[in-house]
């Protein structure tokens, strides 16, 4: 089955360490996104890759890094200097070059800093 | 830039009730238009989509249709179940960009 795959479903993290979240798919989709989701203010953008070996940092980005190795995956690190990072994370892919294709998502990562 | 804004809830229903989420957007050119919905602790399925203007996306006796004039996208359905319930977000895409979604709308429909 062709699906977008997050893993773990739930992770805690201690205050000062960084933390890594998996996103692999085998949609054989270009792009692939990064969305935080916090109660009450939707989904914000944290990182966004529309091919492999580049991305671009979205909206709320300080505090976290990406790589993109492999058309498949886009994992997460989420670094001590992220201020608030307890959150649910989302990961997203979709057909990269047009605006018109559905993006498919995860059953996300509920982050807890303890 | 662009962006979306849908109506604040949570919305409160009873079984079989008309339920309409406004959606409005601000774009350049033309955008995609999408509305999501995610159930508990899970990630976002796509509900429906319109590409252009006057197209109505329909889905599981959703409809929402694209309008430009209004810049508007939303969200109908003529008879609630209790399975509905959910949070539902309007998005909107341009060739290029990430998806932008609005603050999403929880939807509570009670028997």
């Known amino acids: 089955d062709g699906g977008i795959t997050q893993s773990p479903k739930y992770l805690f993290r201690k205050e000062g360490q960084n933390v890594t979240l998996s996103c692999e798919q085998n949609?054989?989709?270009?792009?692939m996104y990064w969305y935080r989701q916090d109660p009450g203010q939707g989904l914000r953008l944290i990182y966004y890759?529309?091919?492999?070996?580049?991305?671009q940092k979205g909206d709320i980005a300080e505090g976290y890094s990406v790589s993109r190795e492999k058309k498949e995956s886009f994992p997460l690190t989420v670094t001590s200097a992220q201020k608030n990072p307890t959150a649910f994370y989302l990961c997203?892919?979709?057909?990269?070059?047009?605006?018109?294709?559905?993006?498919?998502f995860g059953q996300g990562t509920r982050l807890t800093v303890v | 830039g662009n962006s979306v804004t849908q109506m604040e809830g949570p919305v409160t229903l009873s079984e079989e009730a008309f339920l309409t989420i406004n959606c409005t957007y601000t774009?350049?050119?033309?955008?995609?238009l999408f509305w999501y919905v995610q159930y508990p602790g899970e990630g976002l399925q796509l509900l429906l989509k319109?590409?252009?203007?006057?197209d109505k996306g329909s889905n599981k006796g959703f409809e929402a249709t694209y309008r430009k004039e209004t810049t508007s996208f939303h969200l109908e359905k003529g008879s609630v179940q209790v399975s509905d319930s959910a949070v539902y977000f309007c998005?909107?895409?341009?060739?290029?960009?990430?998806?932008?979604f609005g603050k999403g709308t929880t939807l509570s429909v009670s028997s």
């Open positions: 997203a892919s979709r057909m990269a070059g047009r605006g018109n294709t559905e993006a498919f």
């Open positions: 949609l054989n989709h270009d792009a």
């Open positions: 890759s529309q091919i492999v070996n580049d991305f």
């Open positions: 774009a350049t050119g033309y955008p995609s």
């Open positions: 319109a590409t252009k203007a006057d």
């Open positions: 998005a909107l895409n341009q060739a290029g960009t990430a998806l932008i």
